[in-house]
């Protein structure tokens, strides 16, 4: 049974540059998160998506962006790069019902120079 | 006002014995989850122990046991008998609301050494 996996591992872009990050949710799971942790603090949310829409937001500005495709996978889209985008950026992924946690996958590391 | 508040930035722990990492929280919604998770230095969060609002007793797995104290609005992590491979960052998180839809507020962690 596969888990949450992510893809690339890792990254390096420069200031003003886009990104693109993707995400394969657990088998079984159709509910997709993204997470950004920066160095030494805890995870702040992003969003959430399910059924291909944006149903959860957290307090992160309209230069990130996502998608939920019909297989559950997902994408997290950064434009305009900062230097403070240089993160962890975590999935997660839950089933819509009966369960109570939410699984995460490797995360991707990005570094903005 | 934050959401989790984990108050202990590092703690050590001799090997075979048992540590307690703290996490209050603050939510007005009677329903919701709280969720401990061990961050290896690798990134991967692993899912270690949940428990409910609604939850009579206190959640335990295996070495791992939460210390639910609903009034003081707490969720201690109870770790029996340490392992050198404990060693790692420890996030509290909480979701308020029943649903998997609802987002989750993490704290910012508490790192914990193992010693031989």
Redesign the interface.
């Known amino acids: 049974d596969a888990g949450v996996t992510q893809s690339p591992t890792h990254l390096i872009k420069t200031r003003g540059q886009q990104v693109t990050l993707r995400c394969s949710p657990k088998s079984g799971h159709d509910t997709v998160s993204w997470y950004q942790q920066a160095l030494g603090q805890g995870p702040q949310f992003i969003f959430q998506y399910y059924e291909e829409e944006e149903r959860q937001r957290g307090n992160f500005p309209d230069r990130f962006s996502g998608h939920q495709f019909p297989n559950y996978s997902s994408e997290l889209n950064v434009n305009a790069l900062l230097l403070g985008d240089s993160a962890l950026y975590l999935c997660a992924s839950t089933p819509r019902q009966g369960q109570e946690t939410q699984y995460f996958g490797p995360g991707t590391r990005l570094l903005v120079l | 006002a934050q959401k989790?508040t984990q108050t202990q930035p590092g703690m050590f722990v001799q090997e075979k014995e048992a540590v307690t990492l703290d996490c209050t929280y603050d939510t007005s919604d009677p329903s919701y989850?709280l969720?401990w998770?061990k961050q290896p230095s690798?990134?991967?969060?692993?899912?270690l122990i949940?428990q409910?609002s609604y939850d009579q007793q206190n959640a335990t797995e295996g070495r791992y046991s939460l210390n639910f104290q609903k009034a003081r609005k707490s969720a201690n992590l109870v770790i029996s008998a340490s392992q050198l491979g404990d060693s790692a960052m420890y996030?509290c998180?909480m979701r308020e609301g029943g649903s998997?839809?609802?987002?989750?507020?993490?704290?910012?962690?508490t790192k914990l050494n193992v010693k031989p």
């Open positions: 989790i989850g969720f998770y690798s990134g991967e969060m692993i899912f949940y409910g996030f998180a998997n839809f609802n987002k989750f507020y993490f704290g910012s962690g």
